[in-house]
């Protein structure tokens, strides 16, 4: 007879079912990273299959796509542009969707003479077969066209040049080249007196300026300009304060008659550039006057001096001291 106190012989694979966790040994244990890498691949598996069985379905989706104008008449113009994009909604696998919302085909717009208006719709259909074309906004797009003509006209400039303190534009600005051949349609180009630059403010110059300044693209296109830019210049100099003194001339007067200004002189400041100060301070052509016809119309007893230099001295903000002169004695007078 077997021992009634034998315990029964219990197989390890049933024994390990209610054995506690914390009493399984740290060796049996997965290794944490092998343990996160399994983690990972499962979750990634998943998306590419969730992505797979997604790119399947059938959906609508609203796709830009660019425009072209193509086929333009010769000797015609465009008077207006057709909208650089139009809006697609389209229905189509997911695959399909997807080539053709990261590469969208340019969708050629040809001009015609018997027509202005184009049906989108049937043109974007006969472009993109792969996918269903709901609907083109816009619908139709009108390009009317005009005899095209080319015309010189003169540059504008919207260019500001703001001199440094004590700096100043020497002479005058110059453009290169100051007129421009414009060519389009001949409705627009019949009507313009002038092309202007792009707008450009230049602050604080305290040099010389030599740039290239676009021209204005204002009309979006519709103009063509044999060339797109123009070279400006700006002759900036330093100027410093310069100080004379003069004896006031009286011009004009006839030989029998004298006139006696008091005071007889006068003092002038003005600005000048640096290069050029000692030729203005020296110079005898910088002169100081009255004209003898102000005394003839004068009723007021007083008279007020005026200046006169050099053509090619750069003379900026004269101020004379005193600025008012009496004048008497006057010998011979009628």
Known sequence: MADQNQKPNVPDWLKSLFVRNDLVSARDEPEPGRKGFVITLCILTACLLWFAFSMQETYLQMIEMPVEVTDLPE???????????????????????????????????????????????????????????????????????????????????????????????????????DSVTVTGAERIVSGLDSWPTERLVMP??????????????????????????????????????????????????????????DPSSVTVRYRIPLSQFDEAAASEAFVAFVAYDQIRTDTSGVLYPQLDWPDNLNVREPRITPDALRYYNVLGAN
């Open 75 to 177: 000797g015609r113009a465009l008077l207006s542009l057709p909208p650089d994009h139009v809006r697609v909604q389209v229905e189509g696998e997911g695959v399909q969707l997807l080539r053709l919302y990261y590469n969208p085909p340019t969708i050629p717009v040809a001009v015609s003479t018997d027509t202005e208006s184009q049906d989108m719709q049937l043109i974007v259909s006969e472009e993109v077969s792969s996918v269903s074309i709901q609907s083109v906004m816009p619908r139709t797009i009108s390009m009317p066209t005009d005899d095209q003509m080319s015309r010189r006209i003169p540059i504008r400039s919207r260019i500001a040049v703001r001199t440094a303190p004590a700096h100043f534009i020497v002479g005058d600005v110059v453009i290169r080249p």
């Open 204 to 261: 604080d110059v305290g040099d010389t300026v030599r740039t290239t300044v676009p021209l204005a693209d204002s009309l979006g296109g519709l103009l063509h300009f044999d060339t797109p830019t123009v070279e400006f210049y700006a002759n900036v100099q330093e100027f410093t304060e310069g100080s004379r003194s003069l004896q006031v001339r009286v011009t004009d007067a006839p030989p029998n008659r004298r006139v006696s200004l």
